[in-house]
């Protein structure tokens, strides 16, 4: 079946010598994965490896079988970006957030929401220069439409519960988040990008807290593992 939509490039890997296998999350079709045969060659056909970088916007019409990798027939960028595949921390974090989803979502997954979600969080990463925030507000987002989202009942002193998803009067066996850590987290949730710039927080402390949301990630999600690009990002920002 031929199907026309919209997407947002996550991860590409290498098949063959020519070929790309690139996942894909379409706003219509939810999470895809694509098989883009002899794309490497000499570059005269309608698709275009350069199509295919991390967080590329797509309006694409391609074939659906529902088994096995589909396939694409045609492509054209959405939407130019100015900055953010060319900026290195910018990359750097756009990285991060692919390989997070690639880790989290399952093959089936799919959501409208989540769509608009990445697609808006692409387009703030790109306009804005101040990102030592993104990431954070972003796994918060991502932890919303996995269903495991902590919990807003934090009062002072209370510590973060990474078990159980909640903010408790003092620690247990369970991992939990410092005081320090939690009162940060608390500062995060339920806020958008713009207002995240209006925290006042040091780098060690959002990297600290970076790391703890991977962990919780890592807690309730099968499978899910810290991507390999969080040292790269520890390194930039170190």
């Excluded at 290498?14 to 690139?22: A, F, N, Q, R």
């Excluded at 309608?46 to 797509?58: D, G, I, R, S, W």
């Excluded at 269903?147 to 369970?174: C, H, M, T, W």
């Amino acid at each position: 079946m031929e199907v026309k939509t919209k997407g947002v490039v996550l991860t590409q890997i290498k098949y063959g010598d020519t070929s790309l296998i690139v996942r894909i999350y379409t706003e219509q079709h939810g999470l895809q994965s694509y098989l883009l045969r002899g794309i490497l060659k000499s570059g005269k056909g309608k698709l275009k490896a350069a199509y295919f970088l991390p967080l590329t916007q797509l309006d694409l019409t391609a074939v659906h079988r529902s088994k096995g990798l589909e396939r694409i027939v045609d492509v054209k960028r959405d939407k130019i970006y100015s900055s953010l595949h060319t900026d290195i921390a910018k990359s750097s974090l756009s990285l991060l957030l692919v390989e997070t989803i690639q880790n989290a979502l399952k093959e089936d997954f799919k959501d409208l929401h989540f769509y608009r979600f990445l697609i808006n969080s692409a387009n703030w990463l790109d306009a804005n220069e101040r990102l030592g925030h993104f990431n954070i507000v972003f796994l918060l987002g991502l932890c919303r439409f996995l269903g495991i989202e902590p919990q807003k009942n934090y009062r002072e002193g209370f510590v973060f519960d990474l078990n159980e998803g909640v903010f408790i009067a003092s620690e247990n066996l369970n991992a939990c988040l410092s005081i320090s850590a939690s009162f940060y987290l608390n500062q995060y949730l339920g806020i958008d990008f713009d207002n995240s710039l209006t925290i006042q927080s040091n780098k060690m402390q959002r990297m600290e807290l970076m790391q703890s949301l991977l962990n919780y990630l890592e807690i309730h999600l099968e499978n899910f593992y810290t991507p390999k690009s969080f040292a790269v990002l520890k390194d930039l920002y170190a």
